[in-house]
């Protein structure tokens, strides 16, 4: 565990029964340091098409397309990714829901199991972008960029940051958040 518990390797990963032989099956559960626990659910072809959120509300994709909504009527268009397997350069249970408006990205959502989650808003030509960073302790730092190959800020001092934040598949690879562990 981390200093001020800004982060946790105290997480849980559940996963559903394999296919066939030899496979490991999709994860199905993710506990979190913090007590949350968020539920996936898979098509046919192993895309994700069920997911139970921190709230409890329960989101369901339509079949063959990128609609999701939930029993309150709430509606969103996009995907949600999970990496099955960790690596080096990725940690099991990482989730990136990634959310369209008018056919552009508008934002994008990482959920890492160990408690860290990033936020990306992204404008239409995606010249502006705010990006925020929340720790298992509650700390969260907000940064933004003015122009679509400018650099970041946050407080007034510049922050580096490459456009695609889940590239950086261990969050503390990332910047932004580098900056908020420190």
């Known amino acids: 565990m981390s200093k001020n518990r800004q982060y946790s390797t105290e997480f849980s990963i559940s996963f559903l029964p394999a296919r066939s032989a030899g496979q490991e099956g999709l994860i199905q559960e993710v506990r979190y340091p913090d007590g949350i626990v968020r539920q996936l659910g898979y098509d046919e072809n192993d895309v994700c098409n069920r997911f139970v959120d921190a709230a409890s509300t329960v ?5 063959g397309t990128s609609n999701w909504s939930c029993d309150a009527g709430e509606t969103w268009v996009g995907s949600i990714e999970v990496v099955q397997q960790g690596t080096p350069d990725a940690i099991a249970g990482t989730m990136l829901i990634r959310k369209y408006q008018d056919g552009y990205l508008a934002s994008e959502f990482i959920i890492f199991p160990i408690g860290i989650a990033i936020t990306s808003t992204y404008s239409r030509d995606r010249t502006e972008l705010t990006r925020e960073v929340k720790l298992l ?11 679509k190959n400018s650099l970041w800020f946050h407080n ?3 922050v580096h940051q490459p456009e695609n934040v889940f590239a950086y598949a261990q ?12």
């Open 171 to 182: 969050p503390w690879r990332d910047p932004a958040v580098a900056l908020a562990l420190a």
């Open 59 to 63: 989101w369901t994709r339509e079949a």
């Open 137 to 147: 302790n509650g700390r969260t730092i907000r940064c933004h960029r003015e122009g």
């Open 156 to 158: 007034g001092d510049i």
